[in-house]
């Protein structure tokens, strides 16, 4: 097992950190998607759409327009956590996982069993980005920098 993990650890070791949060926001996004597509298999949910509400929330233009603005954010850090200057990108992931988190966990509080693994996963993926943001090295060696080029590791 040890073998294992040491190789798996050497696999991603060349792997810059903003590519890994950039994989790891696309990946809790499926899941998010998945997650809330199957809650359509579900009667008492397709009964609450039916009636005009979710989760003690109307389904009106504004519901739709924040959770538009909700999925939205983590959609455009997949990008942006490979074009954002290295401190904004770790402020800015470690602020968000952590947002995301806390309204993941509240979001699956008395859900059924799927919504809960997805759910954990999510927050795992979401611990994952923090410890990637928070752990981003200063500085970078780098093979041939070119005259005046910036480094993507010092803010």
């Known amino acids: 097992m040890a073998m294992a993990a040491c190789s798996i650890r050497s696999l991603f070791s060349g792997v810059r950190g903003f590519v890994k949060i950039s ?58 956590a490979l074009i954002l200057r290295p401190r904004v990108n770790r402020i800015v992931n470690i602020a968000l996982s952590i947002t995301y988190a806390l309204t993941i966990i509240v979001g699956a509080i008395r859900e059924w069993n799927y919504y809960i693994l997805g759910s954990a996963i999510e927050v795992a993926l979401l611990a994952a980005m923090v410890y990637y943001a928070w752990t981003w090295p200063k500085e970078e060696v780098s093979e041939a920098p070119s005259p005046g080029a910036r480094s993507r590791l010092t803010p």
């Not at 809790?28 to 009667?43: E, H, T, W």
């Not at 039916?50 to 997949?78: C, D, K, R």
């Open 23 to 80: 994989a790891l926001w696309a990946s809790m996004l499926l899941i998010f998607a998945y997650v809330d597509l199957f809650s359509l298999y579900r009667p008492d949910f397709r009964a609450d759409i039916a009636a005009g509400e979710i989760g003690g929330f109307t389904i009106n233009e504004s519901f739709l327009l924040g959770t538009t603005a909700y999925v939205l954010i983590p959609s455009l850090m997949v990008f942006g």
